[in-house]
């Protein structure tokens, strides 16, 4: 069993920056591709990115490159979202999860296993 606790949330003004961390427990953080994922209110969730194993591959939603980067840190088993040049659109509850199975890094929610509980991201304009 993975656990995922994502952390960093908050309130900021449009154009600035936060950045997110998800801590996984488990000694197999290394093996699994993982994912950002947000969903705002009244929104179906929507994929924001993807990382590979070992982090050599990375694979963004067109609205966020550019200004989000996805990054990992196996030693620590924790995966990171750096959001810049924030926008109101981007207010929603982020979601980190773990693809244990699919060979390409994937958009798909139900290629996913684990899922944290998320964190709250609200951006003001």
């Known amino acids: 069993q993975v656990q995922l606790v994502e952390s960093g949330g908050g309130l900021v003004q449009a154009g600035g920056s936060l950045r997110l961390s998800c801590a996984a427990s488990?000694?197999?953080?290394?093996?699994?591709?993982m994912g950002w994922f947000r969903q705002a209110p009244g929104k179906e969730r929507e994929f924001v990115a993807a990382?590979?194993?070992?982090?050599?591959?990375?694979y963004y939603a067109y609205f966020v490159k550019g200004r989000f980067t996805i990054s990992r840190d196996n030693a620590k088993n924790t995966m990171y979202l750096q959001m810049n040049s924030l926008k109101p659109e981007d207010t929603a509850v982020y979601y980190c999860a773990i693809d244990r199975a699919t060979s390409t890094l994937t958009s798909r929610g139900y290629d996913y296993d684990y899922w944290g509980q998320g964190t709250q991201v609200t951006v003001s304009s």
């Open positions: 488990g000694r197999t953080f290394s093996s699994y591709a």
């Open positions: 990382i590979s194993r070992n982090g050599g591959s990375t």
